[in-house]
């Protein structure tokens, strides 16, 4: 965009060679019966932790890590709202 917009005049990263091959099977999200199947499948198991990660990132499309950081305060139960503040994830070793 920075050529196009004549920000820059040459692309600098015109030269890198293209890891992913075009040959590769593009992404596939899930479908709502395979999501479904899934949930069920963890439902089932009453494994209520993952039940609940897997339900929030599909009906909402967040992250692992956001969805580990958040709070009780981050849920607007009211106005159905998840506000995303905050991300877990690894700082360093042995920290989160």
């Not at 196009?4 to 990263?13: D, F, G, L, S, T």
């Not at 999200?29 to 479904?36: H, L």
């Amino acid at each position: 965009h920075a050529v196009m917009y004549k920000i820059i005049a040459v692309n600098p990263a015109r030269s890198i060679k293209q890891i992913i091959s075009r040959d590769e099977q593009p992404l596939k999200a899930f479908s709502k019966k395979e999501v479904f199947e899934v949930l069920n499948h963890y439902r089932a198991k009453e494994n209520k932790i993952t039940y609940l990660v897997i339900l929030i990132a599909a009906s909402t499309g967040l992250r692992l890590g956001e969805i580990m950081g958040l709070t009780w305060g981050a849920i607007d139960f009211l106005h159905k709202q998840i506000h995303v503040t905050q991300q877990w994830g690894q700082v360093g070793p042995g920290r989160y």
